[in-house]
Nanobody, 114 residues
């Protein structure tokens, strides 16, 4: 089972993107779902997470710029990214939080140009 991320692309610094993560209901279940990213040469990191009830947490580097949300009826989690910076360039993935190794999908590439 994999969670599929989509919505990435090329955007100029200061721009916005919205990522989507879809999966089966059993994959989401009552688990927290997180957005992770991996920049070239760096380790994958958790940038935002949302519980089934809607409680959110963010990495310090994205607080105030990114917003995570979920639609439990559609088994979809979103990541709204505003005021994007070149250092946000990465492949973005979604997975449970804490992650399940077998749930990693391909991710979606976000490239922010300066």
């Amino acid at each position: 089972v994999q969670l599929q991320a989509s919505g990435g692309g090329l955007v100029q610094a200061g721009g916005s993107l919205r990522l989507s993560c879809a999966a089966s209901g059993s994959t989401f279940g009552f688990n927290a779902i997180g957005w992770y990213r991996q920049a070239p040469g760096k380790q994958r990191e958790l940038v935002a997470s949302i519980s089934f009830g809607g409680r959110t947490k963010y990495a310090d580097s994205v607080k105030g710029r990114f917003t995570i949300s979920r639609d439990n009826a559609k088994n979809t989690v979103y990541l709204r990214m505003n005021s994007l910076k070149p250092e946000d360039t990465a492949v973005y993935y979604c997975n449970r939080d804490p992650y399940e190794y077998n749930f990693w999908g391909r991710g979606t590439l976000v490239t922010v140009s300066s």
